[in-house]
């Protein structure tokens, strides 16, 4: 998955991002409201990390206008507030979720993949496509009995693909979402890592087709 983090305390942000690209996330930092914004001009997100204390700003006031905007990215708020009428009204201006902090790094993770469960309309962690099922958590592939583990990237890939299934992606679209904003990729590196999951696929009933011009999509035998 792709986060945006806007957090102005530099210590807890190097510490979040470093935490989730060991989990093998993409995750891009903004330390101010007006950073945030830019990133979210030029970039499609997963999911948003919001403080609410910044130096140019509330956070709430960007949330309001976030969801004013009609974004449905989905929001979970870091904040230091624990009275019960500041998190009312956060969830009240479109927060799908909040923290208080300080918290532990397992709790944000299980709330950042309940959220996303939420938007995706399912219950459960596990991404089911034909005889194909994808454990993001265990970042592992199952076809029939037997179980290949797959490295971060791949994982990230597959998991965009099986939650779109028969929707073409551009390569463009897969640099966006599979590298943060300050990486260094070249479109080659996403045959790669198509490539190694067309191998993976091999024995099941999903293929993934090149699309001439357009890019790949994930298809149903």
């Known amino acids: 998955m792709k986060y945006l983090l806007i957090e102005d305390n530099a210590e807890l942000a190097g510490a979040l991002c470093t935490r989730m690209r060991l989990d093998g996330h993409v995750i891009d930092h903004a330390g101010t409201l007006s950073e945030g914004s830019d990133f979210l001009h030029v970039g499609e997100y997963d999911l948003i990390l919001l403080d609410i204390m910044l130096p140019d700003g509330d956070g709430r006031a960007f949330l309001e206008h976030h969801r004013a905007q009609e974004d ?25 979720d909040y923290l208080t902090k300080p918290f532990d790094h397992a709790e944000l993770q299980a709330r950042c993949r309940a959220v996303l469960r939420r938007r995706a309309g399912s219950a459960q962690t596990v991404i089911r496509r034909g005889d194909a099922a994808l454990d993001p958590v265990a970042s592992v592939l199952r076809i ?30 897969l640099v966006d979402r599979l590298f943060s904003y300050d990486g260094t990729v070249t479109e080659n590196a996403i045959e790669v890592y198509v490539g190694r ?21 994930l298809d149903e035998g």
């Open 72 to 96: 449905d990215t989905p929001v979970i708020v870091l904040t230091a507030r624990s009275e019960v009428s500041d998190r009312v009204s956060i969830l009240d201006l479109g927060a799908d």
């Open 144 to 173: 029939g009995a037997a179980e290949v583990t797959l490295r971060n990237r791949e994982l990230r890939l597959l998991e965009l693909f099986m939650n779109a299934p028969g929707q073409i992606f551009s390569k463009d679209k």
């Open 197 to 217: 999951l067309r191998k993976h696929l091999e024995p099941s009933s999903l293929t993934i087709s090149t699309h001439r011009g357009l890019g790949y999509r």
